[in-house]
């Protein structure tokens, strides 16, 4: 059974940074994309970013985080990471990694089989 868990949330103040990790366990070497999602109280779950866990490691972002976060991979430990710089308020929610397994890349939660248990990102203005 595949199993992502994240660590690194917290509470921060605006203007600050703070790296999310998650780490997979029971996935091929390589063969999948990492995607971040989040979550903020009210809203639905919307993406954040993707990274591909082969090839030279292309990533993808919104437009609402691209200027200010970051995903880099450390394939030999099935892990990937989150770099938030200039957090603000509005990126305070629940953040999710998920591994989609594909070579092919997606934005779409529906597309992602296996996700973590979340973890509380939260910005003070």
């Known amino acids: 059974q595949v199993q992502l868990v994240e660590s690194g949330g917290g509470l921060v103040p605006a203007g600050a940074s703070l790296r999310l990790s998650c780490e997979a366990s029971?996935?091929?070497?390589?063969?999948?994309?990492m995607g971040w999602f989040r979550q903020a109280p009210g809203k639905e779950r919307e993406f954040v970013g993707f990274?591909?866990?082969?090839?030279?490691?292309?990533?993808y972002f919104a437009d609402s985080v691209k200027d200010r976060f970051t995903i880099s991979r450390d394939n030999g430990k099935n892990m990937v990471s989150l770099q938030m710089n200039n957090l603000k308020p509005e990126d305070t929610a629940v953040y999710y990694c998920?591994?989609?397994?594909?070579?092919?890349?997606?934005?779409?939660?529906?597309?992602?089989?296996?996700w973590g248990q979340g973890i509380q990102v939260t910005v003070s203005s």
């Open positions: 998920a591994a989609r397994l594909s070579t092919s890349t997606s934005r779409l939660e529906s597309d992602y089989e296996y």
């Open positions: 029971r996935l091929t070497f390589g063969t999948y994309v």
């Open positions: 990274i591909m866990m082969w090839s030279g490691g292309v990533t």
